[in-house]
Every structure is written in structure tokens, then in C-alpha cells.
């Protein structure tokens, strides 16, 4: 089912794998989002075989993009979030390329993925330059951007700001854990981009994950001097950024 001016993206997560064709003139999905339950326990070779049913499912025959919570180089994966232990180590491009018959895959980080799809379709679109986006969940990732390339695997959400790591200070899920308020959460995040923001500089931060959805209650307390927007593609993002990768031949 490959078509000019289509790709096929598939986003890899701890409770779901989805995956769409995407038209990239627009990065809308050709068609209704499938989703596969990721197995438990998430082995390599278990998310391998789900993917391959997504794919088959879809219909589709060409190359593929995949991302992975994952830190990926050249194609391997370095670090495991939310998915087995077992992917640390494991070559994700050989092990996908050779599940699905030898076609050509590519595979990167999913915040990464989402960085590429809000820099070119949503929520950054209109800014030219760098643009950092930023996923409030249960810790912290990030994408980097400039003038719409990828500076992959940032993972900002480690670095020590403040003498504590970005995460550990303003994750969602610090919010949930400690109770605070809306108003006490965003001076957490305030302190972190304001930190960032010395360091890259960005024309705009974009914030995704799913407290995004609640950006009027949190954004407008912020107090650092660049501006923040919240992500618009929501859970599509990982979908559109990996048939984004696949198309541009991006391999970290």
C-alpha cells in the first residue's frame, strides 16, 4: 500500500504500539491509527512480533520508522524506558528489519520523533530557529531542534539543574507524587527552563506529555522569558516523527 508522498510510522510505548501511514504534506495520517497492546514482558523479540502484526495489518510494504523510549545509536538501543530491560544492547534496526523481511527500518528516540513532528506540523511550526521540546510524564524528555534538524538523543531531562536533575524536579508525575499545585509545580518548571534556556538559547519551548492537555493551568504561571507553547499533535506525534525519520533517512 506505499504511496508517493506517504510514510509509515509506528511509536513504541510501555502500554501500547501504534502506527499510521502518514501523508507528509501535512502529516496527517492516511488512515485510522492501529494499536497493538505492547506484550508483557516486552522483550525484544515480543515487540518485534507486534510490529510485525501492526504492519501486516495496515497493509503496508515499504520502509518503516520506529521509535523506541529509548536512547538510540546507530540503530541500537542504550537505555530502556518503560519497556523490557532485555532492549539494552539489542541492534532495534537489525532486530525490526529482519522481522519484517529485510525492508529497510529506521529507529530513534520517541521524544526525538515528537520534536520533529511538532517542529514541522504543530505547535512550532511557525518558529524558525532552535525549538526545544520537552514531555512531562513520568520523568522527562526532550528533543532539540534546529531550523528543523535533529540533534538526537538530547535527554535533558538528566541534567542537573539547580543541584538536582531536570526530572526529579519537574517531572508530571513529581506533581502527582508530592501533591503540589498547579501554581507549585510551575515553579519547578520555571527553574528548569529558565536553566535551559541560558544554555540553548531556543526561540520557543514546546511542552508535551499528557499535563499538556492542562497547559492554560500551569503555562501562563511560568516565569522564565521564553515563550511556551503546548504540544497540538498529542498522540500522534511519535507516529508522524517516525515516518518522518524513515522518509529523511534519519539513523541516529
Same mark, same amino acid.
Given at each position: 500500500?506505499?504511496? $508517493?508522498?506517504?510514510?509509515?510510522?509506528?511509536?513504541?510505548?510501555?502500554?501500547?504500539?501504534?502506527?499510521?501511514?502518514?501523508?507528509?504534506?501535512?502529516?496527517?495520517?492516511?488512515?485510522?491509527?492501529?494499536?497493538?497492546?505492547?506484550?508483557?514482558?516486552? !522483550?525484544?523479540?515480543?515487540?518485534?512480533?507486534?510490529?510485525?502484526?501492526?504492519?501486516?495489518?495496515?497493509?503496508?510494504?515499504?520502509?518503516?520508522?520506529?521509535?523506541?523510549?529509548?536512547?538510540?545509536?546507530?540503530?541500537?538501543?542504550?537505555?530502556?524506558?518503560?519497556?523490557?530491560?532485555?532492549?539494552?544492547?539489542?541492534?532495534?534496526?537489525?532486530?525490526?528489519?529482519?522481522?519484517?523481511?529485510?525492508?529497510?527500518?529506521?529507529?530513534?528516540?520517541?521524544?526525538?520523533?515528537?520534536?520533529?513532528? =511538532?517542529?514541522?506540523?504543530?505547535?512550532?511550526?511557525?518558529?524558525?530557529?532552535?525549538?526545544?521540546?520537552?514531555?512531562?510524564? !513520568?520523568?522527562?524528555?526532550?528533543?532539540?531542534?534546529?531550523?528543523? !534538524?535533529?540533534?538526537?538523543?538530547?535527554?535533558?531531562?538528566?541534567?542537573?539543574?539547580?543541584?538536582?536533575?531536570?526530572?526529579? $524536579?519537574?517531572?508530571?508525575?513529581?506533581?502527582?507524587?508530592?501533591?503540589?499545585?498547579? &501554581?507549585?509545580?510551575?515553579?519547578?518548571?520555571?527553574?528548569?527552563?529558565?536553566?535551559? =534556556?541560558?544554555?540553548?538559547?531556543?526561540?520557543?519551548?514546546?511542552?508535551?506529555?499528557?499535563?499538556?492537555?492542562?497547559?492554560?493551568?500551569?503555562?501562563?504561571?511560568? !516565569?522564565?522569558?521564553?515563550?511556551?507553547?503546548?504540544? $497540538?499533535? &498529542?498522540?500522534?506525534?511519535?507516529?508522524?516523527?517516525?515516518?518522518?525519520?524513515?522518509?529523511?533517512?534519519?539513523?541516529?
Amino acid at each position: 500500500m506505499s504511496a $508517493r508522498g506517504h510514510a509509515f510510522g509506528i511509536d513504541i510505548g510501555g502500554s501500547g504500539v501504534k502506527g499510521a501511514a502518514v501523508d507528509l504534506a501535512t502529516g496527517a495520517l492516511v488512515h485510522e491509527r492501529i494499536k497493538i497492546l505492547t506484550p508483557h514482558p516486552s !522483550t525484544p523479540r515480543a515487540v518485534a512480533d507486534a510490529v510485525t502484526e501492526l504492519v501486516a495489518k495496515a497493509g503496508w510494504d515499504g520502509p518503516v520508522g520506529i521509535t523506541l523510549p529509548s536512547v538510540v545509536l546507530e540503530g541500537v538501543a542504550q537505555t530502556a524506558a518503560n519497556i523490557d530491560k532485555a532492549w539494552i544492547g539489542t541492534d532495534a534496526r537489525a532486530l525490526f528489519s529482519e522481522a519484517l523481511d529485510g525492508r529497510t527500518v529506521t529507529v530513534l528516540n520517541d521524544a526525538d520523533a515528537a520534536g520533529l513532528a =511538532e517542529d514541522r506540523y504543530g505547535a512550532a511550526k511557525e518558529f524558525e530557529g532552535m525549538v526545544l521540546l520537552l514531555t512531562f510524564g !513520568t520523568g522527562i524528555g526532550s528533543a532539540l531542534l534546529f531550523h528543523g !534538524t535533529l540533534v538526537p538523543n538530547t535527554e535533558l531531562g538528566h541534567l542537573e539543574i539547580g543541584g538536582m536533575e531536570t526530572e526529579h $524536579r519537574a517531572a508530571a508525575s513529581i506533581k502527582d507524587r508530592d501533591g503540589l499545585t498547579y &501554581e507549585q509545580w510551575a515553579a519547578q518548571v520555571s527553574i528548569v527552563l529558565a536553566g535551559l =534556556e541560558n544554555l540553548f538559547w531556543p526561540k520557543v519551548f514546546v511542552a508535551g506529555g499528557g499535563i499538556s492537555r492542562d497547559a492554560e493551568q500551569w503555562i501562563p504561571l511560568l !516565569t522564565n522569558r521564553t515563550p511556551v507553547i503546548p504540544a $497540538r499533535l &498529542e498522540n500522534t506525534a511519535g507516529i508522524v516523527g517516525a515516518a518522518m525519520a524513515i522518509d529523511a533517512g534519519i539513523a541516529p
